[in-house]
């Protein structure tokens, strides 16, 4: 069965500070890969996606993910991190075959300190 | 924009009461889901609908069932509510005839169970 890890369960940052958030997944065929976030008291949303083509995926707010077929990775990076990250970010993956269904990871708790 | 409601925000309720979560969305989306979010854990899959009267169970069904009556309402339904199942829930939709797999949330429903 397909799975996502998040190694990182809480990430704490300074203001400025680079971010990179890792996301592994268990599946050998063709997967579509997504971040989602969920800001306090906000409902989840959808960060980015990567479907095919370019493996730099941008998003919006100035993040990126970029998906490594050959290490299973779709980590999430975001160059200088505001106080208004502060969140929490899944990754998740579907499979072709079940493209409906959506595996999420287990989440990673953003703190920035202003 | 797509909009996912659920009817409540938060809900308390007695164990052994039978509880119901609705959940509508505006989109004409065929596909709508139910999950759990519990900390650490991420969001577990319930059931899921791919149209009105279909139903898959997903990976937690143990507990709960669901009912798709109209093709914009997806309704969870805990026959006996116990305390394992005070949790936030996610109800979501997409529409898998774009190929976008993009799923969209509702704004949650944190339910506690006495």
């Known amino acids: 069965a397909q799975s996502v890890s998040q190694h990182n369960h809480h990430v704490i940052l300074s203001e400025a500070a680079s971010l990179e958030l890792g996301c592994n997944y268990s599946?050998?065929?063709?997967?579509?890969l997504f971040w989602y976030v969920q800001y306090p008291g906000q409902h989840l949303q959808l960060l980015l996606k990567?479907?095919?083509?370019?493996?730099l995926v941008k998003g919006i707010k100035g993040f990126e993910a970029e998906f490594i077929k050959s290490k299973f990775s779709f980590n999430l990076r975001k160059p200088s991190v505001q106080w208004s990250d502060t969140a929490e970010y899944f990754c998740?993956?579907?499979?072709?075959?079940?493209?409906?269904?959506?595996?999420f990871g287990s989440g990673t708790r953003l703190s920035i300190r202003p | 924009d797509v909009k996912v409601t659920q009817s409540s925000r938060y809900l308390v309720k007695r164990t052994g009461e039978k509880v119901f979560l609705e959940c509508v969305q505006d989109?004409?989306?065929?596909?709508m889901f139910w999950y759990r979010q519990d900390p650490g854990l991420g969001l577990r899959l319930i059931y899921f609908?791919?149209?009105?009267?279909?139903?898959e169970k997903g990976d937690i069904p143990e507990g709960y069932s669901v009912s798709r009556e109209k093709k914009e309402r997806f309704s969870l339904i805990l026959e006996s509510a116990s305390t394992n199942q005070t949790s936030m829930y996610l109800c979501?939709?997409?529409?898998?005839?774009?190929?976008?797999?993009?799923?969209?949330f509702g704004p949650g429903t944190r339910l506690t169970v006495t």
């Open positions: 998740a993956v579907s499979t072709y075959s079940s493209a409906s269904k959506i595996i």
């Open positions: 599946y050998g065929g063709t997967v579509n």
């Open positions: 990567y479907f095919s083509g370019d493996p």
């Open positions: 989109m004409d989306h065929e596909n």
């Open positions: 609908s791919y149209d009105v009267k279909m139903k």
């Open positions: 979501a939709s997409h529409n898998t005839g774009t190929g976008d797999y993009e799923q969209y």
